[in-house]
């Protein structure tokens, strides 16, 4: 397949899972939700063909007024499923969609990417024992994911991919809990990965 051809239809698929998510965030405040079909009864799955495997995703929304704006994380699962969880503060709900669009491109394209990975036996993708943060997100699979997740939030938002690597590193300590030299450590390998 043409990499032109596959890169534009990769754009598509995960803009289709965005508008998704942001119509279900729009219109509800807490709870779990199956896409696709919690929107559309009849589909249980995304399915786009040549592009990924079918896959579906389990939206969580939770509001929580001790953050600032919105706090995001994802898992991809064996099972095909792509969990995404949005804590965000309702007072600021009607102010963080475009932030939150540019992070979801982030998100799910590295969750994609995970199914990718998976589909090619690229990594091994299961449950591995106990790891520290720091070899968490210096495994391969990691660092590839989160290189293509990063830059397709900067091919959208149009900023460095070194300013959002960093931003989200400094915004989610409480995720990735990391020293700050670490997190220097594998924001660099990050930059730097080529797959």
Same mark, same amino acid.
């Given at each position: 397949?043409?990499?032109?051809?596959?890169?534009?239809?990769?754009?598509?698929?995960?803009? #289709?899972?965005? $508008?998704?998510?942001?119509?279900?965030?729009?219109?509800?405040?807490?709870?779990?939700?199956?896409?696709?079909?919690?929107?559309?009864?009849?589909?249980?799955?995304?399915?786009?063909? $040549?592009?990924?495997?079918?896959?579906?995703?389990?939206?969580?929304?939770?509001?929580?007024?001790?953050?600032?704006?919105?706090?995001?994380?994802?898992?991809?699962?064996?099972?095909?499923?792509?969990?995404?969880?949005?804590?965000?503060?309702?007072?600021?709900?009607?102010?963080?969609?475009?932030?939150?669009?540019?992070?979801?491109?982030?998100?799910?394209?590295?969750?994609?990417?995970?199914?990718? %990975?998976? #589909?090619?036996?690229?990594?091994?993708?299961?449950? #591995?024992?106990?790891?520290?943060?720091?070899?968490?997100?210096? %495994?391969? &699979?990691?660092?590839?994911?989160?290189?293509?997740?990063? &830059?397709?939030? #900067? %091919?959208?938002? $149009? &900023?460095?991919?070194?300013?959002?690597?960093?931003?989200?590193?400094? $915004?989610?300590?409480?995720?990735?809990?990391?020293?700050?030299?670490? &997190?220097?450590?594998?924001?660099?390998?990050?930059?730097?990965?080529?797959?």
């Amino acid at each position: 397949m043409n990499k032109l051809f596959e890169n534009v239809r990769q754009r598509e698929v995960i803009r #289709s899972v965005i $508008k998704d998510i942001i119509k279900v965030f729009k219109s509800n405040n807490d709870g779990e939700f199956d896409l696709p079909n919690y929107l559309y009864e009849d589909e249980m799955v995304y399915e786009f063909p $040549k592009i990924s495997d079918p896959f579906s995703v389990e939206l969580i929304i939770e509001e929580n007024k001790n953050i600032r704006d919105f706090k995001i994380n994802g898992e991809y699962r064996e099972d095909d499923t792509i969990v995404i969880l949005i804590h965000y503060n309702p007072n600021k709900k009607r102010t963080i969609a475009y932030d939150l669009i540019g992070e979801l491109n982030e998100i799910i394209a590295h969750e994609l990417r995970h199914g990718y %990975q998976n #589909s090619k036996g690229y990594f091994d993708l299961g449950d #591995s024992e106990e790891e520290t943060p720091y070899k968490y997100y210096t %495994q391969p &699979k990691e660092l590839d994911a989160l290189n293509f997740g990063f &830059k397709r939030m #900067s %091919q959208i938002t $149009k &900023k460095p991919i070194e300013v959002l690597v960093n931003n989200w590193f400094d $915004k989610n300590k409480d995720i990735h809990r990391l020293n700050d030299e670490e &997190k220097k450590d594998v924001i660099n390998k990050i930059l730097k990965y080529k797959k």
